[in-house]
């Protein structure tokens, strides 16, 4: 399993700040979630940026869900 945190927007489109999916591409799980803000979303893969959303994450990666943020 692939533990996913999410923080902020995100944690609030997914109703949980952290869920457990089964491994695969990037992509697929970010399907998953069915969220139009989870895909506009940066994602960290065990704590490093990751844009290739065809990685693919194993059993024990961790991966972050960071919503666009704004700021000036």
Do not use: W, Y
């Amino acid at each position: 399993m692939v533990t996913v945190q999410l923080f902020a927007a995100a944690r609030e489109a997914v109703g949980a700040s952290t869920v457990s999916v089964a491994s695969g591409a990037l992509s697929d799980i970010v399907a998953g979630f069915e969220s139009p803000v989870v895909d506009k979303c940066s994602f960290l893969v065990n704590g490093i940026a990751e844009e290739d959303r065809s990685r693919l994450l194993v059993d024990g990666d961790t991966l972050d869900v960071l919503p666009p943020f704004a700021g000036g």
